[in-house]
C-alpha cells in the first residue's frame, strides 16, 4: 500500500503561483510514476501532469505547458507542482496519484493505483 498526502494548496491572486506537494509513505520503493490531476465544480477530473518516480522524465496537459513544473524530491519522498502564472481557470481540487505500472497513459486516472485526499487551489480574478 502507499500513501499520498498532498499540501500547499491556497487562495492566490490571477497571476500568482503556489506549490503543490505529495508525500509519499508505504511502499513506494517500486511505483513507476506519480501524477497530478485536478477537478473544478461540475466538471470531470482532468490530467495535469505525470512525473516518473526517478523524476527522469515529465509530460504535461497543453492547458498548464509552459507554467506548471512537476519534479521530484527524493529527501522528501515526495513529488512538487509548481505552479506560475496561476489563472482562474486553474481553479480545482488538486489531486495526486501514484502508479506501479507503465502500462497505459499517464494521463489515463484508471491507470493510477493510490490517490491522495485533495488540496484546494482558488485563484481569484
Known amino acids: 500500500q502507499v500513501q499520498l498526502v498532498e499540501s500547499g494548496g491556497g487562495l492566490v491572486q490571477d497571476g500568482g503561483s503556489l506549490r503543490l506537494s505529495c508525500a509519499a509513505s508505504g511502499r513506494t520503493f517500486d511505483l513507476y510514476a506519480m501524477g497530478w490531476f485536478r477537478q473544478a465544480p461540475g466538471k470531470e477530473r482532468e490530467f495535469v501532469a505525470h512525473?516518473?518516480?526517478?523524476?527522469?522524465?515529465?509530460s504535461y496537459a497543453d492547458s498548464v505547458k509552459g507554467r506548471f513544473t512537476a519534479s521530484r524530491d527524493n529527501i522528501r519522498n515526495a513529488v512538487h507542482l509548481q505552479m506560475i502564472g496561476l489563472k482562474p481557470e486553474d481553479t480545482a481540487v488538486y489531486y495526486c496519484?501514484?502508479?506501479?505500472?507503465?502500462?497505459?497513459?499517464?494521463?489515463?486516472?484508471?491507470?493510477?493505483?493510490?490517490w491522495g485526499q485533495g488540496t484546494q487551489v482558488t485563484v481569484s480574478s
Open positions: 512525473i516518473t518516480w526517478s523524476g527522469s522524465s515529465a
Open positions: 496519484g501514484a502508479r506501479r505500472s507503465a502500462y497505459g497513459s499517464g494521463s489515463y486516472g484508471p491507470s493510477y493505483d493510490y
